[in-house]
């Protein structure tokens, strides 16, 4: 009893004490609008509970009070800056988290209530999906519900009112769906206006006086102390104010059941505290659960990062591989036919851009739909049987160009085990064809070369004996004549296959000319026409006005040939045709399949020969160039025809490719690089020379025997004086013992110890001025070239024809013009 | 722009659930590197994807120019459609995000964005030296008022009912201030809700602007700004909340810009102006109101033009930009195609403001422009000729 009157007398002093030290200073407090608990209008009979409970207080501490209005954010903001001493209305949540200080008296709770048109209800926070909802502008309940509905990730259109009777105004007039008010400016007014409340509530808050945390705490203590003592007694000024507020009439039926009220709220107290505690227990035992779960998905989420950031690392380095493979990669649809993706390579293998590629139908890089069913057929057969399929494929190229390929293709299984896509891998081999190719025929030419070289020593004698023994004619039997001719012409076709291998191992010299490759084929064509079945249509069309090429005359007209009759073979009994087509080429125009390549900064003219005949078949494309191939039946074809033509154009830095669909025809395409010189007239040939010797003295050199006694049977028949060697040593030791007795050395080249060349660079020491003709067979080291630079005069190719012979013997010796002769001998190079 | 961006979203959302599906197939695929069988399996689908994906990140583009604007909510409209056609054809890529001023505002001082939209100019408590800082006007733009009346008329309004039905003191439509104005409408008995703009917007800052210039009860009791207190109506975020709200209320009445009037039932209301004619606002009248004399820097006001056909609730917006262009990651390039934005705005650009009705710039507008835009800097050089030339060229 004693401590509490003293406690009383401490408080009685207190105030008096605070409010001698504070009489000179007011205390700063902010008000705003809340009706009905406080307003700023200070017209009206009662400014709501807070100002009118304050007021009662500061006149029982004669206190001075200053009021500053503003919103409740700005309120706070000020009371935060130490800018007002006092915030009655505020919102008390329970935390420290705002860092004011309250009183310990909750003056009155409050909540925001939603209200609806009357017609229309809504039951949870979740139904205010995609309404308007109409808010008081400067109301906390306007923030915390806008707070509520993005966390709840609603849309809601917000219309800001400048008072709750504004809101329940647009509530009724239906110009809004949900209207939030304050719960006790609405049990005052809901009756006034026709709405529906809402079981949606929010934002309990209680309201109590707050100061700064560094604020005045006497202020608190002494509002605590009288606001304690109000509430205690029903009469007190408190419950005056709430009567007033709230209505008498609700208070004084209040007041009459209270007793009722009471017990009855008792006995919720009690339900309530023991649902809380066990609420409260539950509600730890949950948030224990909770926060381990919590762990583990943090762990889960952390470990599945890794994960993903593991996978885009390895699929990062998975695309990288993807890319930089040289070979093309697919991935198609189950058809084998719509790519899904492609890399790199294989976009640059079919020529195509990246962006188109992804485009085309699989089956357009085929030579033929024809051959695409021929391939998918193959493919799906071996993926059946092995599980891919890997094989060499021809393929197309973007410009029509077709190219060996190495083709593996490998389905990929999708979940229910069907072959969902492929996988399909390109392997580029034409460079490897090419070389294999060109090894080949260069495996091929030297050996025919070296085979045709010994043949042309074993042709010689027998072409010169023939021609020696027709020579003295009158000498022989009528019969054997015949024989010998018959030699005679079998030794000269001998020659001229000899001669086809040697051309075809581009071996032997040529005569290149500036030619109007034009003007040639027209030749040949007319040639060609009256030995051809007149059924057969034979046309040739010129359109470029630039045919000129270094070619032989007459390689092309082999050439021309040899395409020709090729066709004639190939072609139908009725409606043959052949069509040859002189244009120039552009880069999109070398069409079909080569082994040859191009020069890119030459100018090209193309020479195309196309029949109607039976084609050729697509696996047989390859080989049709190698020598001695033939479809023909036996003794009817050489093969040398397709072998030689390729030589020629080879030799000429051109190249040739075949286009063939089978029973549709054959189309051979002639590229030859165009030249700037200008067409020489036609020479003329002397052929009325006398070529017979003078009886000159010939040092005749050669160490086959029987070739040097044919010459020497030959050179006599002549007229020459001969001194035959067989040993090239000794002949240089003759001629060096006495140089001026010999007008003429025809040597060999290919001897042992001492060649013909060197032979020939000796004697010429000796006597610069000797005429000296070189003979040679095929020669891979020594060219005409070499032989002018050392001094010698003439250089002939065995088999020797005497004539030939007999012509170069006696133009080195009247030392004619030898370039006006039109004989191989004559200067291959074009300076 | 913001549809790659919520696709990327999208595609990535579920990508990375994928991902996480094919995660144990790769650690599966790693314990077993020697059996080719999986690795051809799981190799190419998986590369499949991320080939896609990569493609896709690839055409998104890479060494693209990027400007970044960002203020205004105003010119959006305009300047969504001046990107789109100026990047057309070119590797660059610009983006405008409609923040409003405020934040356009900040941003720019912050160095944080390339160039600023705003309809307001800054002003010396802004920015430390003004000189820094470069203003060029791209369009006009107007505040019109419209309401919500039976018949959809055609109300003629002085400053002075404006004012009055803004703060509350005129609050039928049947007041007789109204009905002297508009002898030849039916006005009915009808309250008045005022509708306006319950976010911080330069709509509102014209608007409150003109108020201010044309009342002294006005500025005294409620002011200018990007956001004021109302003292009457309720309020509504964005110019289409405005306009739809207004749609809604009979009897109600609010302010959008020019370019969000476009609905035959929302009648702007002429507004009768310093030479005391009534004027509707068009891209013509807006235009007029623009033709005064302007200061070299540019940052002027339209609102309560003195020109006799100007409409007077008009406005600049601006671009804000700095006349020294070497900051932050920014390089010659960035500067130049800025610059090159910018004096195709004021040129090519002014051929599209009509049609979505905002107005032209008047020549002099263009001239000062021209100048500001020849006036930037990158350490102190002029930026490349070719932007000079081309100006030089059209004049």
């Known amino acids: 009893m004693q401590r509490n009157r003293l406690l009383l007398l401490a408080l009685m002093l207190f105030p008096a004490l605070s409010a001698f030290g504070q009489e000179s200073e007011p205390i700063h407090v902010g008000i705003y609008e809340f009706e009905p608990l406080m307003t700023t209008q200070d017209n009206l009979y009662s400014r709501g509970i807070f100002i009118d409970l304050l007021e009662y207080i500061a006149a029982e501490e004669d206190w001075q009070l200053e009021y500053h209005e503003g919103t409740f954010q700005e309120l706070v903001n000020k009371l935060h800056q130490n800018q007002i001493d006092l915030l009655p209305g505020a919102s008390y949540t329970g935390d420290n988290s705002d860092s004011l200080v309250y009183t310990n008296e909750t003056i009155i709770s409050t909540w925001a209530q939603t209200y609806t048109p009357s017609r229309n209800y809504v039951q949870s926070i979740l139904d205010l999906d995609n309404l308007t909802v109409g808010v008081v502008r400067d109301d906390p309940y306007n923030v915390e519900l806008r707070s509520i509905i993005s966390r709840f990730d609603l849309e809601c259109t917000f219309i800001e009112f400048n008072h709750y009777r504004d809101v329940f105004s647009a509530l009724e007039m239906d110009w809004i769906d949900v209207g939030v008010i304050d719960r006790l400016y609405a049990v005052i007014h809901e009756d006034e206006y026709g709405v529906q409340k809402n079981p949606i509530f929010f934002s309990p808050v209680e309201l109590r006086f707050a100061i700064p945390a560094e604020g005045r705490l006497d202020l608190i203590e002494i509002i605590d102390y009288h606001l304690s003592a109000l509430k205690k007694n029903s009469n007190s000024v408190y419950y005056q104010f709430v009567n007033q507020t709230f209505g008498t009439a609700s208070s004084s039926k209040f007041l009459k059941y209270l007793p009722y009220i009471l017990s009855g709220t008792l006995i919720l107290l009690l339900i309530s505290f023991g649902t809380t505690v066990f609420m409260r227990k539950m509600v730890q035992q949950k948030t224990a659960e909770l926060s381990e779960k919590n762990e583990t998905l943090e762990k889960e989420i952390n470990m599945r990062i890794e994960a993903e950031e593991a996978v885009v690392r390895s699929n990062q380095l998975l695309h990288k591989t993807f890319e930089s493979i040289k070979d093309g990669l697919l991935i198609t649809d189950s058809d084998i036919n719509s790519i899904y993706t492609f890399n790199r390579a294989a976009a640059e293998i079919f020529g195509y851009s990246s962006d188109k590629i992804g485009q085309i139908q699989l089956s357009r890089f085929f030579t033929s739909q024809k051959e695409a069913q021929k391939y998918y057929h193959e493919i799906r057969e071996m993926i059946i049987e092995k599980g891919y399929f890997s094989g ?440 | 722009m913001s549809f790659f961006v919520s696709y990327n979203c999208i595609f990535y959302k579920n990508f990375t659930r994928f991902l996480t599906h094919k995660a144990i197939v790769i650690c599966i695929f790693s314990d077993n590197m020697r059996d080719m069988r999986i690795l051809r399996y799981i190799l190419l689908p998986v590369s499949v994807v991320l080939f896609l994906i990569i493609s896709i990140s690839m055409a998104s583009g890479n060494n693209e120019i990027i400007l970044t604007g960002s203020g205004a909510t105003f010119p959006y409209p305009l300047y969504s459609h001046w990107i789109n056609t100026f990047t057309g054809d070119q590797s660059v890529r610009i983006t405008y995000q409609p923040t409003g001023s405020g934040q356009g505002i900040r941003d720019f001082l912050n160095r944080n964005n390339d160039f600023a939209g705003s309809d307001i100019f800054l002003t010396e408590s802004e920015i430390e030296s003004l000189e820094d800082v470069v203003h060029i006007p791209t369009c006009l733009g107007a505040v019109v008022i419209i309401t919500n009346l039976p018949g959809n008329p055609r109300l003629k309004l002085t400053p002075d009912l404006i004012e009055g039905i803004f703060l509350g003191e005129i609050s039928n439509w049947s007041d007789r201030r109204i009905r002297r104005m508009n002898e030849a409408v039916n006005l009915p008995e009808l309250e008045i809700a005022v509708v306006h703009r319950s976010d911080g917007s330069g709509t509102t800052s014209i608007f409150t602007d003109y108020l201010s210039k044309v009342s002294k009860s006005w500025s005294a009791h409620v002011g200018a700004g990007k956001k004021v207190r109302w003292p009457t109506g309720m309020g509504i975020s964005g110019n289409s909340g405005v306009s739809a709200l207004v749609e809604k209320i009979p009897g109600a009445i609010g302010y959008v810009s020019l370019n969000y009037s476009r609905s035959e039932q929302l009648i702007p209301a002429l507004i009768q102006n310093r030479s005391g004619n009534f004027i509707e606002p068009t891209v013509q009248s807006v235009q007029s109101a623009a033709r005064i004399d302007l200061p070299d820097h540019m940052r002027i006001l339209l609102t309560n033009t003195d020109a006799p056909t100007g409409y007077p609730i008009s406005t600049f917006s601006y671009i804000l930009v700095y006349r020294e262009q070497a900051y932050g990651r920014r390089d010659t390039e960035n500067a130049r195609i800025l610059a090159d934005f910018l004096s195709w705005i004021i040129h090519e650009g002014q051929s599209y403001n009509a049609d979505l009705l905002y107005g032209p710039l008047p020549a002099e507008a263009v001239t000062k422009a021209e100048q500001a835009i020849q006036s930037l800097r990158y350490n102190n050089k002029p930026l490349s000729n070719n932007t000079e030339s081309e100006i030089q060229s059209e004049n």
């Not at chain 1, 021809?394 to 072959?419: C, H, M, T, W």
């Not at chain 1, 490897?432 to 010689?460: C, P």
């Open chain 1, 392 to 831: 060499e494929v021809r393929l197309r190229r973007k410009n029509g160009e077709l190219f060996p390929a190495e083709v593996a293709v490998n389905p990929i299984e999708d979940s229910a085990e069907q072959y969902a896509t492929y996988v399909i891998i390109i392997r580029d081999v034409t460079y490897r064809v090419q070389s294999r190719q060109a090894r080949k025929m260069e495996a091929i030419g030297t050996l025919a070369g070296g085979i045709a070289h010994d043949f042309n020593n074993l042709l010689t004698p027998i072409i010169g004996y023939s021609d020696l023994m027709l020579l003295s004619k009158s000498t022989l039997e009528e019969k054997h004549s015949e024989f010998v001719e018959a030699i005679g012409q079998a030794a000269h076709q001998a020659k001229s296959l000899v001669n086809q291998i040697l051309t075809f191992s581009r071996k032997s010299e040529q005569e290149k000319q500036p030619i109007h490759l034009g003007t040639v084929v027209q030749s040949t064509l007319s040639l060609l026409r009256s030995s051809i079945p007149s059924t057969i249509e034979l046309n040739f069309r010129i359109d470029t006005h630039d045919d000129v090429v270094m070619a032989d005359p007459t390689q092309i007209h082999q050439i021309v040939m040899n395409l020709c009759t090729n066709s004639v073979h190939a072609l139908p009994e009725s409606n043959g045709k052949i069509q040859l087509h002189l244009f120039d080429h552009d880069a999109s125009t070398f069409v079909g399949w080569s082994s040859d390549r191009l020069n890119e900064d030459l100018d090209y003219v193309c020479l195309a020969v196309k029949d109607n005949g039976s084609g050729i078949p697509v696996d047989i494309l390859e080989k049709i160039f190698d020598p001695f191939y033939t479809t023909k039946e036996k003794g009817k074809g050489t093969g040398m025809g397709l072998a030689v033509v390729q030589g020629i154009v080879n030799s000429y830095q051109g190249a040739i490719t075949v286009e063939s669909e089978p029973y549709e025809g054959a189309a051979f395409y002639l590229y030859l690089p165009k030249s700037q010189k200008s067409v020489r007239g036609k020479t003329t040939r002397n052929e009325s020379m006398d070529y017979s010797g003078r009886s000159e003295h010939i040092l005749l050199v050669d160490d086959e025997k029987m070739v040097a006694d044919m010459f020497e049977h030959t050179l006599i028949s002549l007229g020459y004086t001969i001194t035959k060697m067989t040993n090239s040593q000794e002949a240089l030791s003759l001629f060096e013992s006495d140089p001026g007795s010999f007008d003429l050395i025809l040597t060999d080249q290919t001897m042992p110890a001492l060649t013909g060349a060197e032979l020939a660079r000796k004697a010429l020491s000796v006597r610069p001025e000797l005429p000296i003709i070189l003979l040679t067979g095929y020669s891979e080291t020594f060219s005409i070239e070499d032989a002018r630079e050392i001094g010698i005069r003439e250089y002939l190719m065995k088999p020797i024809i005497p004539g030939d012979l007999a012509r170069a013997i006696r133009l080195v010796l009247d030392e004619k013009d030898l370039s006006k002769m039109r004989w191989k001998t004559r200067t291959i190079s074009p300076h």
